[in-house]
């Protein structure tokens, strides 16, 4: 609401005021109200048409029909109102696991109406948002449960965006980032060897064998490590570290004391970016010289 103020007299005293606005400059006219009382003011609901060349009338009434009128000596503009958004939480320093489910909040108000929250999140301090809802009604509790992507960052913001019932937008960013890590290990498991599968020494004509793998994250693996123990080593040895995870690997095997040994295992370790780590340690199988 705006006030409209005016002064008007009589010497027969005024009846009654009637006020009017125009979009175009005094072309054509809108009433506001009519007969209303003459205490010099008036608040008024602006439209929702916004305009650079608005004008308001003022047209005094005496009891004994004279009337008398006055407009705006210059235009002026009605132009949208812009909400007031303020997002609560995340505002800084919460750490969020991939995967896992929070609550975005916020507050919103808007002289003349919220029609819809969008929210959006931004990694990295980079100026492109990624959606995550929109259109989403202004009432309590004034919340939306995200199920936190797989995009771990130490650099993350949540955007929100209020639109009101005549076209103004105003947003608002968490006060400072927070951080989505990712908390979930790989999985890896070893399909081979087999307990009945036998290894041998890499000879002329038995060479390599092949270790093979399956193994998966809520990012991504990013290595694979490998070991094994046996009798002669009964501490995990290393094989190979770094590996690529394309699910398999050929291994020289090297001679074993006694042989054939039956007491020998592969060990398989999955990480990630974060650090996290997966493991599995195969069936008991056979390694022999020959």
């Known amino acids: 609401e705006h006030q409209i103020e005016w002064n008007a007299t ?10 009017a606005y125009s979009l175009n400059g005094g072309f054509n006219w809108n009433s506001i109200v009519t007969g209303t009382s003459n205490d010099g003011i008036f608040n008024w609901t602006l439209p929702t048409t916004t305009t650079t060349t608005a004008k308001v009338k003022v047209t005094a ?7 008398a009128s006055d407009v705006s000596d210059s235009v002026f503009s009605i132009v949208a109102s812009v909400p007031l958004i303020q997002v609560t939480s995340p505002n800084g320093g919460e750490i ?36 995550i809802v929109s259109g989403l009604s202004n009432s309590a509790p004034y919340s939306y449960y995200w199920t936190v992507p797989n995009t771990p960052s130490s650099l993350v913001k949540i955007v929100a ?62 290595r694979i490590d490998l070991y094994y123990k046996n009798t002669q080593y009964p501490s995990w040895r290393e094989i190979i570290t770094g590996l690529s ?34 493991t599995d340690d195969s069936e008991k199988f056979t390694m022999r010289n020959s």
Do not use: E, M
């Open 96 to 131: 969020w696991d991939c995967g896992t489910s929070h609550a975005i909040t916020w507050t919103a108000s808007d002289s003349v109406g919220i029609s819809g929250i969008d929210l959006a999140y931004s990694i990295n301090d980079n100026p492109i948002i990624t959606p």
């Open 10 to 19: 009589d010497n027969d005293g005024i009846t009654g005021i009637d006020l």
């Open 245 to 278: 995870n394309n699910g398999y690997y050929y291994w020289y095997v090297p001679s074993v004391t006694p042989s054939p040994d039956t007491n020998c295992y592969i060990q398989a370790i999955a990480w990630d970016a974060t650090g996290n780590s997966g």
């Open 161 to 222: 965006t209020a639109h009101n019932t005549i076209g103004g937008t105003a947003s608002d960013s968490s006060n400072a980032f927070f951080r989505i890590r990712d908390g979930q290990s790989p999985t890896i498991t070893i399909t081979k060897p087999t307990s009945s599968s036998v290894f041998y020494r890499c000879t002329s004509g038995s060479c390599p064998s092949q270790i093979v793998w399956t193994a998966s994250d809520n990012v991504d693996v990013t």
């Open 61 to 67: 009434h005496d009891g004994i029909g004279n009337t």
